[in-house]
């Protein structure tokens, strides 16, 4: 499947939907020690993604990562508690090598899960790092749904919240604008969570 194909089944794909909420009791918003002791108490699991069959496992390296990006946005923090269903429905975007020298692995996955958090759409860019296994290393929240993202990443040369997915759609040629490269839908109903 070629990346326009694959940005295609992107935009067509139904969010899921996210109960905002389901961090209480859990961890709290803007502590990144109560979100990283979450995420090694609860999350450090092996998931299985069902659209690549790859088998994804949260470190205790990437729970460091995850719960220091905290402060990105509270969409971000309560998305934490949804890792699970972000893994198992995240779709993959494209696999790059990694742009510095001795980096801790050999190439990333970056995957793309539209969501909808208290009412709101969101796209999550997830990156999985590999070495050896398949390591869910860092996520990315943006407002807005997969078509929006892209629209902005492909304009927003400056902004370093943008620039891997800058980078991934560099050369695709967005003809009509929106994204929607080919006319067939796949879109289904929202799942929820």
Do not use: C
Not at 27 to 34: H, W
Request: charged share 25%.
């Amino acid at each position: 499947m070629t990346l326009e194909e694959r940005i295609d089944r992107i935009v067509h794909t139904s969010e899921i939907e996210l109960v905002g909420e389901a961090y209480e009791g859990k961890y709290e918003l803007n502590n990144g020690k109560s979100i990283k002791k979450f995420i090694l108490d609860e999350l450090r699991k092996i998931y299985t993604n069902p659209n690549t069959g790859n088998k994804i496992t949260l470190s205790h390296d990437s729970a460091g990562k995850l719960a220091i990006q905290y402060k990105d946005s509270e969409a971000y923090q309560k998305s934490i508690a949804h890792i699970p269903q972000i893994i198992e429905n995240m779709q993959f975007l494209e696999e790059m090598k990694p742009s510095k020298e001795n980096s801790k692995y050999d190439k990333y996955s970056y995957y793309i899960t539209p969501v909808n958090i208290d009412g709101q759409s969101h796209t999550i860019l997830s990156t999985v790092g590999h070495k050896g296994q398949e390591i869910y290393y860092s996520q990315n929240v943006f407002k807005g749904t997969p078509e929006e993202v892209f629209a902005k990443a492909k304009n927003e040369m400056n902004d370093t919240k943008y620039s891997r997915l800058n980078k991934i759609l560099k050369d695709i040629d967005n003809k009509n604008g929106d994204w929607k490269l080919y006319q067939g839908s796949t879109q289904g109903s929202p799942i929820a969570y």
